[in-house]
């Protein structure tokens, strides 16, 4: 997920690639449920090797550990080691599409990231929590 930036990324570029085009936009990006099956994700060997490069460590500034609408959650675990392994920040998420959810899944959301804070999106019944480097 790129954040900050006006532009649309193109379709089909690899990780790496796409953190160098978001950085050339002044832009950073947040690893969305990394090694998520049926879904758009990086995979962990992905996220390793842009982490080596300079632009990479640059722009990719947060990984997802926790994403309450996941049908698996032993992904949250791996994208949990995957941050902690190479020392990325975490967030933690709601992707609630219904109150309900979000309602359900906060106290979910505080245990994964003690010590974090709650950065609610009310416009689309979402909340995120994010930890400080």
Not at 54 to 76: C, H, M, Q, W
Not at 108 to 127: M, N, Q, V
Request: hydrophobic content about 40%; overall charge positive.
């Amino acid at each position: 997920m790129a954040l900050f930036i006006r532009q649309c990324v193109p379709a089909g570029m690899s990780l790496l690639d796409t953190l160098h085009y978001v950085n050339s936009l002044g832009g950073i990006c947040i690893a969305a449920h990394p090694k998520t099956r049926f879904a758009h994700s990086p995979s962990r060997n992905s996220i390793d090797n842009a982490l080596r490069h300079p632009i990479g460590k640059k722009t990719l500034v947060e990984i997802e550990v926790y994403n309450a609408r996941l049908f698996r959650k032993d992904s949250n675990k791996a994208a949990m080691r995957i941050a902690q392994e190479n020392d990325v920040s975490l967030v933690a998420d709601s992707d609630a599409h219904v109150a309900r959810i979000l309602v359900k899944v906060q106290p979910d959301l505080k245990e994964t990231l003690p010590g974090s804070y709650a950065r609610p999106w009310k416009a689309i019944r979402h909340t995120s929590f994010i930890t400080k480097k």
